[in-house]
């Protein structure tokens, strides 16, 4: 998904990251910040506007200002007019962070009013800020989207439960709580992109921490068990889809070849695992998620038994020649 179809006020921002507003005069309220992206305008302040985005946030760190301090503040202001302007491609910035809690002239601060654009100020150095920055609204604006199912912390792996309705995914949820794992999520999870190999799953802030259980109704896992039981978030590792067994399909016992799952274009392992009377799902799930930390560090237990298998094989073929 691209960035604009999400947007964050640039109050939370102000908020978030305790930044100083010099501009009080000019409204943050309906402020709205649609790019992940952040821009340092070096090249601006030489005079080069080409392929230059205006509406990202702009920061103004020590080589900036000092720049700005060379070439005097005539010519200065001449090329921060431009920036605040915008253009009919691009829209003026939504604000302009300086760091070190630099000094910013009358002339800037002026300028900013006129064109109503924030000059914002933090005490942090620029490089560690712009990492906070870009990390908050990597957050912020990640593309997103919600799937019917149960997030659950496994042993530190998350483990997103799916099938369909009705067919004991929360009461697995429960069982996993009451062995020492965490709920983060029932009945519907919302999944974060924040990169293009991570998924961040999180649940509705109306119904967070509560669990559905058909014969008895909600409960607040939160309440129940303590809040060592509950998570708010939690990277998605692993899926887990619960079907009705069919005798006649054929399922994988050996595990050589993974499956696949995708969410917002990445790919995520995923097991089906058929639903028939006496199986202790629980257990099954912790067994998964413990089998999947291993072949994230090397170890295949299914590539294990092949390769035994494919030795013994050839060792007998070389004692009978």
Known sequence: MKDGAYHIFLKDLIETLHLENCTPEVSVDNVKIT???????????AGYFDYFDSSRIQII?????????????????DMMKRIMMGSEESPKPPCIIYCREIWIEDEIIALAQEYQVPLLRSRK????????????????????????????DIYGEGILIMGE????KSEVALELIHRGHRLVSDDVVEIK??????????????????????????IDAKTLFGVESVKNEQEIDLVIKLEEFDKEQEYDRLGLEEQYISFLGTEVVCHSIPIRPGRNLAIICESAAVNHRQKKMGYNAAWELYNRVTNNLSSKRTDKE
Not at 165 to 168: A, E, N, V
Request: charged share 15%; hydrophobic share 40%; proline share 5%.
């Open 35 to 45: 790019q992940t992206e952040v821009n340092r305008p070096a090249l601006q302040l």
């Open 61 to 77: 760190g020590h080589v900036e200002h000092t720049y700005m301090q060379q070439i005097g503040m005539e010519r200065s202001a």
């Open 125 to 152: 150095a620029t490089s560690p800020f712009m990492a906070e920055l870009i990390r908050f609204l990597t957050t912020k604006l990640a593309p997103r989207c919600s799937v019917h199912g149960v997030l659950v």
């Open 165 to 168: 309705s009705g067919i004991g």
């Open 193 to 218: 992109r924040v990169s293009e190999t991570t998924l961040i799953g999180s649940a509705p802030d109306i119904t967070r921490h509560f669990i559905e259980l058909r014969g008895i109704g909600i």
